[in-house]
């Protein structure tokens, strides 16, 4: 358990912060995190000033960290570099109060299990773990240690997320029947960007994830079955275990006992030229309505001869995450990619300074309560994530189109294969 100190006792209240993984994310999202908080503190009513410090990272080869650091100069607090072998153990061996976890999808549960055993909050890039076994462990971690375990979802701050489940909230649209969702990411990603590790992975993993978790937490209800297929050929043999595309189909079932179904399909096989870049688009159907989504659609498209489409992007998601010339003459980079790092650093502020020692559980209990970024919310997602992996494996080993029930007669998560009489349970709890 983390017993900082209060402000008074201490002057200007500081958390320290740890980073596992330094790639590309961390470069867009974590690195302008930690520059602004070093920059401009962390004010809270609820807290005062707290200062946030990158104090130390750990990758595999330290080469990328070592090239920030000398190029961020004193925009950067002096943190510490660690590598293979052990750079985790190293980190955690520092006085970090907070671990950010930015591996590949299979490695951030063993990062979290030992940052959590150490008693440190953690936030870990979605999806947050690859089954629910691995969830279970973590969130019992992180009760047995009274810290936070949280996954990072930005595209619920999203404006357009953010007024469609208001929309819902507010029943104004009414009762969701079915939908869509696509995600496409360039080649570059699954040819390049991610080689190290692309080899038995998946595009649905690692990006359905975050329109998955955008259903569960925007419409609610009870997840019923998984459904998945997808095709080989591009980044792997065709019939290896290593994934271009996919298509998921999710069925959730409401208080109302009417059900919705929901279609994700996701590549990162998309021609690098292709102008919609990450290109991303929604469509829900309700009993009185339809959303429509496009991120072609809703903002900028600007041509820079030599530049676009593979250097600069024709259509530039300016909320998510953009660097720009404030009105006031400052340079800045934000948006919600940032925000929702911001936020989990304030929740781990408010719990160890944002009131009396004697009330740190109830402002622990009060963080952990915030379904949006709280592990023990992120049960059917990752839910979704096992079946969908399992799905695929199967598929892979020469036995497609199986189904995952939800919560069946044999258990939890119950796997059934065509033409065969024996399930096979992949959790036995309830989910
Ligand atoms: N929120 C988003 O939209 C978003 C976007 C991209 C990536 N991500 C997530 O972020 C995570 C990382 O993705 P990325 O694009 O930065 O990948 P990346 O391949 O660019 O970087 C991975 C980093 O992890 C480090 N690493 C690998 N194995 C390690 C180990 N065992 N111990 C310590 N460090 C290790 C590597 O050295 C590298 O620094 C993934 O989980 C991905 O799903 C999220």
Known sequence: MNTLPAESETGPQLLRGGMVGVGMI????????FENSRRDGLHDRRFGLCEIELAAVASRTGKRAAAYKQAAKN????????????????????????????TPDDRHFKAAQAALAAGKHVLIEKPSVLSLQELDQLNQLALDKQVLAKVVYH?????????????????????????????????????????????????????AVHYLKLID????GKLKSVACTGQRGIVGPHDGPTWDSTQLRVIYEYDSGREAAFDIHTSW????????????????????????GHSRRRG???????????????????????????????????GYGIEVLERFA??????????????????????????????????????????????????????????????????????????????????????
């Not at 360039?186 to 993993?205: M, Y």
């Not at 937490?217 to 609610?220: E, P, V």
């Not at 096989?269 to 959303?291: A, C, I, L, S």
Request: charged content about 20%.
């Open 155 to 207: 595209k619920l701050f999203d404006p357009d997320h953010k007024k469609l489940r208001t929309l819902v909230a507010d029943d104004i649209l009414q009762h969701v029947n079915n939908g869509y969702c696509t995600l496409l990411e360039p080649k570059i990603i699954s040819g390049s960007q991610f080689s190290e590790w692309i080899t038995g992975r998946n595009p649905g993993t690692y990006v």
């Open 75 to 102: 925009r950067i607090a002096d943190f510490q570099s660690f590598s293979e072998p052990d750079g985790i153990g190293q980190l955690l061996g520092t006085d970090v109060d907070f671990v950010c976890v930015a």
């Open 346 to 431: 304030r929740e781990v502020a408010s719990v160890e300074f944002g009131g009396p020692a004697e009330a740190r559980d109830e402002r622990l209990a009060a963080a952990r309560d915030l379904a949006y970024n709280d592990l023990s919310s992120d049960r059917q997602v990752v839910a979704i994530v096992q079946a969908m992996e399992a799905i695929l494996a199967r598929h892979a080993a020469g036995q497609p189109n199986c189904v995952v029930h939800v919560n069946a007669s044999q258990g939890g998560l119950v796997l059934y294969a065509p033409g065969s009489a024996e399930p096979e349970v992949l959790y036995e709890p309830t989910v």
């Open 300 to 334: 900028v498209e600007c041509t820079i001869e030599e530049k676009t489409p593979i250097e600069a992007k024709i259509n530039i998601n300016n909320h998510y995450n953009g660097s720009f010339l404030e009105p006031d003459g400052q340079r800045s980079q934000v």
């Open 217 to 220: 937490f925007t419409f609610g």
């Open 26 to 33: 961390f470069d867009e999202t974590y690195r302008p995190f």
């Open 269 to 292: 096989v998309t021609p690098d030229n292709f102008p919609g870049y990450v290109e991303q688009e929604v469509q829900f159907r309700f009993d009185n309505g339809v959303w429509n």
